[in-house]
């Protein structure tokens, strides 16, 4: 006997993806996006993201590589212009180089977490964007705050 099987293709339509957990649909995309920064400060103090929510949908796209990359990037630039390699004029807020500098050894540690392959926690990842964006925060010079403990209660995090 000979084998006069035709093969079956599955056709997977839009409608059937929708079911899926990874699909979101773009108005809460588009709503995690807006409220990102809210939705960071929610995060660093433990708010859950239930599922299908904008907030789970920015959970997403904080442990996505990409944003993991936008991040390590963000903490290189920092120590590169507190030690003086930075451009000379600058619009950007002041950096306050000695917490930079007592802080090297951890924000390295915390780049080398952010480029491993293991998953890394969305509540780590806001405390670090909550602490870049923070203008008034220990990063900068005229803020306030430990810049190491805040870097290492978000590296626990990750």
Same mark, same amino acid.
């Given at each position: 006997?000979? %084998?006069?099987?035709? +093969? &079956? ?5 839009p &409608? #059937? @993806?929708?079911?899926?957990?990874t699909w979101i649909p773009? &108005? @809460?995309?588009?709503?995690a996006?807006?409220? $990102?920064?809210?939705?960071?400060r929610r995060?660093a103090v433990? #708010?859950?993201a239930? #599922?299908g929510? $904008?907030?789970a949908a920015?959970?997403a796209r904080?442990t ?6 936008a &991040?390590t990037? $963000?903490?290189?630039r920092i120590v590169?212009?507190a030690?003086g390699?930075? +451009? ?5 807020v002041?950096l306050h @180089?000695?917490?930079i500098?007592a802080?090297e %050894?951890?924000?390295d540690d915390i @780049?080398?977490r952010?480029?491993?392959p293991? +998953?890394?926690? $969305?509540?780590g990842m806001?405390?670090?964007?909550v602490l870049? #964006? %923070?203008?008034?925060g220990?990063? =900068?010079r =005229? ?10 209660a978000a590296?626990a995090e990750?």
């Amino acid at each position: 006997m000979s %084998d006069t099987s035709i +093969p &079956v293709t599955l056709n997977i339509s839009p &409608v #059937a @993806t929708t079911s899926s957990p990874t699909w979101i649909p773009p &108005v @809460t995309r588009l709503i995690a996006r807006i409220k $990102a920064a809210d939705f960071d400060r929610r995060l660093a103090v433990g #708010a859950p993201a239930p #599922a299908g929510s $904008a907030l789970a949908a920015h959970c997403a796209r904080l442990t996505s590589p990409r944003e993991r990359e936008a &991040v390590t990037r $963000a903490l290189r630039r920092i120590v590169r212009d507190a030690r003086g390699r930075g +451009p000379l004029m600058s619009s950007r807020v002041p950096l306050h @180089t000695p917490n930079i500098a007592a802080a090297e %050894d951890l924000i390295d540690d915390i @780049t080398l977490r952010l480029h491993s392959p293991r +998953p890394v926690a $969305a509540r780590g990842m806001a405390r670090l964007r909550v602490l870049l #964006a %923070d203008g008034t925060g220990p990063l =900068y010079r =005229y803020g306030r705050g430990d810049l190491t403990g805040r870097l290492g209660a978000a590296l626990a995090e990750l």
